[in-house]
C-alpha cells in the first residue's frame, strides 16, 4: 500500500514538471529568490563600505589603541613592549607608526604635558621601534592635523571673541608641544629635527619671534597643562593700549576730544 502511494505521488510530480506552465512557474520563482538573494548581499556590501561604516570601524579601532595602551602609562611604562604593539598590529591592522601617531594626539588632546608625558610618549617610541625618519612624519602629520583644526597660529587675537580666542590659545599650545618634541634629541636626531622644527613653523604659518614667545624651555611635574596666554600678549596689543591713553589726553590745552 504504501509503494502505491509513494508511485502515485512520483507520478503527480512528474506529471507536474511536464506541465510547461508548471515549469515555467517553477524557472520564475527561482530567478525571484535568486534576485532577492543577490540584492541582500549587494546592500549588506554597500552598508559595510559605506563612509560611516568605514568611519565607525577606523573609530572603534581607535579606541581599542588608547584603550590597550592607557593602562601602561605612567606607572607601567616601563613594561611596554614590541610584543605589545605587534598585538596592537594584529587587533587593529595599524603600523607602529600609525599607533604611535593615534595615540600621541590622543594626549596631546587630552594630557597635561609634563614630564610624565615625554617619559609616557618616549617609552612608546622605544616599544614602536621608531626611527628618526618615522619620528619626524609623525610630527609633520600631527603639526598638519592641528592647523586644520584651530587655523594657523595667531598671538593677536584682541579681535576676536571668545570662542575664538579659546581656539588660537589652543592651537597655540599645540604649537608649543610640537615644537618642543622636535627639539628632544631623545625623540628624534637634532638633525632632523632642526629641519622638522622649520618646517612646522612654515606649516603653523610662525615667526622665529613667534616660535621664541611661545617656546617651552621646562617641563615641571605637575599635573597641571602648559598656559601661552601670556606670551599671546603681542607688541601690537601693547602698542594698541599706547593710542588709547594718548587718545584720552585731548587734543591742544587738554581739552577732552568733541564727539562726533
Given at each position: 500500500?504504501?509503494?502505491?502511494?509513494?508511485?502515485?505521488?512520483?507520478?503527480?510530480?512528474?506529471?507536474?514538471?511536464?506541465n510547461p506552465a508548471v515549469r515555467n512557474?517553477?524557472?520564475?520563482?527561482?530567478?525571484?529568490?535568486?534576485?532577492?538573494?543577490?540584492?541582500?548581499?549587494?546592500?549588506?556590501?554597500?552598508?559595510?563600505?559605506?563612509?560611516?561604516?568605514?568611519?565607525?570601524?577606523?573609530?572603534?579601532?581607535?579606541?581599542?589603541?588608547?584603550?590597550?595602551?592607557?593602562?601602561?602609562?605612567?606607572?607601567?611604562?616601563?613594561?611596554?613592549?614590541?610584543?605589545?604593539?605587534?598585538?596592537?598590529?594584529?587587533?587593529?591592522?595599524?603600523?607602529?607608526?600609525?599607533?604611535?601617531?593615534?595615540?600621541?594626539?590622543?594626549?596631546?588632546?587630552?594630557?597635561?604635558?609634563?614630564?610624565?608625558?615625554?617619559?609616557?610618549?618616549?617609552?612608546?617610541?622605544?616599544?614602536?621601534?621608531?626611527?628618526?625618519?618615522?619620528?619626524?612624519?609623525?610630527?609633520?602629520?600631527?603639526?598638519?592635523?592641528?592647523?586644520?583644526?584651530?587655523?594657523?597660529?595667531?598671538?593677536?587675537?584682541?579681535?576676536?571673541?571668545?570662542?575664538?580666542?579659546?581656539?588660537?590659545?589652543?592651537?597655540?599650545?599645540?604649537f608649543a608641544k610640537v615644537m618642543y618634541?622636535?627639539?628632544?634629541?631623545?625623540?628624534?636626531?637634532?638633525?632632523?629635527?632642526?629641519?622638522?622644527?622649520?618646517?612646522?613653523?612654515?606649516?603653523?604659518?610662525?615667526?622665529?619671534?613667534?616660535?621664541?614667545?611661545?617656546?617651552?624651555?621646562?617641563?615641571?611635574?605637575?599635573?597641571?597643562d602648559i598656559d601661552v596666554l601670556e606670551?599671546?600678549?603681542?607688541?601690537?596689543?601693547?602698542?594698541?593700549?599706547?593710542?588709547?591713553?594718548?587718545?584720552?589726553?585731548?587734543?591742544?590745552?587738554?581739552?577732552?576730544?568733541?564727539?562726533?
Open positions: 500500500a504504501e509503494e502505491g502511494v509513494l508511485s502515485t505521488a512520483v507520478g503527480y510530480v512528474q506529471n507536474a514538471v511536464a512557474l517553477g524557472i520564475l520563482g527561482g530567478v525571484v529568490l535568486a534576485g532577492s538573494f543577490a540584492l541582500s548581499v549587494y546592500n549588506v556590501y554597500m552598508r559595510y563600505n559605506s563612509s560611516r561604516s568605514k568611519r565607525k570601524r577606523q573609530v572603534n579601532k581607535n579606541v581599542v589603541v588608547v584603550e590597550r595602551l592607557r593602562d601602561f602609562f605612567p606607572e607601567n611604562r616601563d613594561s611596554l613592549t614590541k610584543g605589545h604593539i605587534r598585538g596592537l598590529q594584529g587587533k587593529t591592522g595599524f603600523k607602529p607608526e600609525e599607533i604611535f601617531r593615534k595615540y600621541m594626539r590622543y594626549k596631546l588632546n587630552e594630557e597635561a604635558f609634563n614630564v610624565d608625558f615625554v617619559a609616557d610618549v618616549l617609552a612608546l617610541k622605544r616599544a614602536c621601534d621608531l626611527d628618526g625618519d618615522a619620528m619626524k612624519s609623525v610630527l609633520m602629520e600631527t603639526g598638519e592635523r592641528m592647523v586644520k583644526k584651530y587655523g594657523i597660529l595667531m598671538r593677536d587675537v584682541s579681535d576676536m571673541g571668545a570662542a575664538g580666542v579659546q581656539r588660537k590659545v589652543d592651537g597655540c599650545s599645540m618634541l622636535a627639539d628632544l634629541d631623545e625623540f628624534i636626531p637634532s638633525s632632523e629635527g632642526k629641519a622638522c622644527q622649520q618646517r612646522l613653523k612654515e606649516v603653523f604659518g610662525a615667526t622665529d619671534e613667534d616660535f621664541e614667545k611661545l617656546r617651552i624651555s621646562a617641563l615641571g611635574a605637575e599635573k597641571a606670551a599671546m600678549i603681542t607688541e601690537k596689543s601693547a602698542g594698541d593700549k599706547s593710542d588709547e591713553g594718548g587718545d584720552t589726553q585731548g587734543g591742544e590745552g587738554g581739552e577732552p576730544p568733541v564727539a562726533a
